[in-house]
């Protein structure tokens, strides 16, 4: 138990000088804060069913607002060899990745606290239920912050890091119900949003903030959020293992 | 029990042989250098030893913790000082301090006291709230040594710990390492400055192509290879290095165009034979002299001799 506080202070640690060093830098700002609002004012400004798409935008920027964070703290640090000092202090290969997961999730809170209030302003909408909907937003920033520091070990080369988690973040806001109702799909294409984590925060959100889903009902996606969050923080525990060479 | 015991570690990364099968101890309060060439194995032997390297083969016990078995221990036990200087660069210098006593489960008031005395230790006392990336290179390297001392470590490693600095930078650096030492503090150094293992280190291990050459005092290499001289040597026209290379009697040829310096086994033969290419190649001595060999032509002799062990 007590080795257990003791990682958790020291993850706590690592999340607060990432915050410290990271907060400011060009890509978190530019693709964790920027670009979630112009996604927000191209889609709410337009004609259409808004109502549908602000689970989804809200979802896009703590996506965006996590992922951005992990891939500057560690890709950077990757590349400037400080990574390395993580190692040598006296915390295990999980504390690191929890600590990594941490800093991207406050980051990824602040992102969607900034979404929410510009929806806020542009198209005032009831919330469905206010509790559920903190839950599934802790959770998707949870979630999104384990899947981007994953993405982080796992890019061989930091300088290209950037492609990478574009490549594989643009197709999920189109596949993972989003912007686009994956019920529009043909039948044969519904396994990929399923096999896609993001989904089922967007799926949550959306209920928690309109009280309906369109495919999986919400105790089965924030199940699959936390589960998924523990899963690929075990997995980024394993690679930085791995990554030692 | 020493304070670092080696025992035939080994290193492959992929087939590349990196380390291959050394073994040494390290006393404890003794300077340990570890001299080799670029892309001797310095570096990947102290990642080994700190566990930012998997060992593929052999053993190590650091301040008493098995590194195969205990990793946490040793991370305890030992600082260690990168060869870059890879500190926080939006973080203050007592911030990056302060980060790394949290890190070592310091408490509030013990981190912020080991700070202020080791940015006092190592003069940086004013420049505190100054950000890392504003920091000199010197400075910037003073921190990072500073860093590795937040939580009072038994062992410091060192790798290449000047490299970048000018000699002011140099000079205070290795004042540094003398006084932590002569506080009690055990230093594991890699360098490939001659001067400055022969200067600092109580023992020296040389280093070559992962395996270690010999070890010893400065004294007892210096005195080992007190036989190694230098023949100096100019021609009236240019020779090429080659011709030079290989001969009898020669260990070594440094330079280029008409003057050499020819570290040498035995003087007369050397002599003789560099003269009969000379007269080969059409061109005449214009200057010879000999020598005793300096630290860096030892070293590069020892390097150079396949049988010293």
């Not at chain 1, 506080?5 to 693709?31: G, H, N, Q, V």
Request: hydrophobic content about 45%; overall charge positive; aromatic content about 12%.
């Amino acid at each position: 138990m007590i080795k257990m506080l003791d990682e958790l202070k020291k993850a706590f640690f690592i999340a607060k000088k990432d915050l410290k060093e990271y907060y400011f830098k060009p890509p978190t700002i530019s693709w964790g804060i920027m670009f979630p609002i112009v996604f927000v004012f191209a889609f709410l400004i337009r004609e259409g069913n808004k109502l549908w798409l602000i689970p989804g935008l809200l979802t896009l920027s703590i996506f965006f607002g996590t992922t951005s964070m992990s891939a500057a703290s560690i890709i950077f640090e990757r590349r400037m060899e400080s990574f390395d000092r993580l190692l040598l202090f006296p915390i295990s290969y999980y504390g690191i990745a929890l600590g990594k997961t941490l800093s991207s999730f406050f980051f990824g809170l602040l992102s969607s606290a900034i979404t929410l209030a510009t929806i806020w302003i542009l198209f005032p909408v009831p919330i469905h239920n206010i509790l559920l909907l903190t839950i599934c937003i802790i959770g998707s920033a949870l979630q999104f912050s384990s899947i981007g520091v994953l993405l982080s070990f796992a890019v061989k080369d930091p300088m290209q890091s950037m492609t990478v988690f574009n490549s594989i973040r643009f197709p999920i806001i189109f596949l993972s119900n989003m912007i686009i109702p994956i019920k529009k799909l043909p039948a044969y294409m519904l396994l990929v949003p399923l096999a896609i984590p993001v989904t089922y925060s967007v799926e949550s959100i959306r209920y928690s903030l309109l009280g309906t889903y369109d495919i999986v009902p919400p105790t089965i996606s924030i199940t699959i959020i936390f589960a998924s969050y523990l899963a690929f923080l075990y997995i980024t525990g394993l690679l930085i293992r791995k990554n030692i060479p | 029990m020493d304070a670092i015991i080696v025992e035939e570690l080994t290193k492959y990364y992929g087939n590349l042989l990196a380390v291959n099968k050394i073994s040494f101890r390290v006393k404890w309060r003794e300077i340990f250098g570890f001299l080799g060439p670029n892309g001797a194995g310095k570096t990947t032997t102290i990642r080994m030893l700190c566990g930012l390297a998997k060992i593929s083969n052999g053993s190590a016990y650091i301040a008493g913790c098995n590194l195969a078995k205990d990793l946490k221990c040793v991370k305890k036990s030992i600082g260690v000082v990168q060869d870059v200087s890879n500190l926080y660069y939006e973080l203050t210098a007592m911030d990056n301090l302060l980060f790394s006593g949290e890190m070592y489960g310091l408490n509030r008031k013990e981190r912020k006291e080991r700070a202020i005395e080791l940015l006092k230790f190592f003069g940086l006392f004013d420049k505190k709230d100054v950000k890392f990336k504003h920091l000199s290179k010197g400075q910037k390297r003073r921190l990072v040594i500073a860093a590795a001392l937040m939580h009072k470590p038994k062992i410091l490693f060192l790798d290449e710990p000047t490299i970048g600095l000018d000699v002011r930078g140099r000079r205070m650096i290795w004042n540094l390492i003398k006084e932590l030492n002569k506080k009690g503090l055990t230093i594991f150094l890699t360098t490939h400055n001659i001067y400055e293992a022969f200067s600092l280190c109580n023992r020296i291990a040389i280093i070559n192509k992962g395996k270690i050459v010999t070890i010893g005092t400065p004294e007892v290499l210096k005195e080992k290879f007190s036989g190694s001289e230098v023949l100096e040597v100019a021609f009236t026209r240019e020779l090429d290095k080659k011709d030079l290379t290989g001969l009898s009697g020669i260990v070594k040829v440094i330079g280029t165009g008409r003057s050499f310096k020819i570290i040498v086994n035995d003087p007369i033969i050397a002599l003789e034979e560099i003269a009969k290419k000379a007269r080969l190649r059409g061109v005449s001595l214009s200057y010879i002299n000999l020598r005793g060999a300096d630290a860096e032509e030892i070293f590069l002799r020892i390097i150079s001799d396949k049988n010293v062990g």
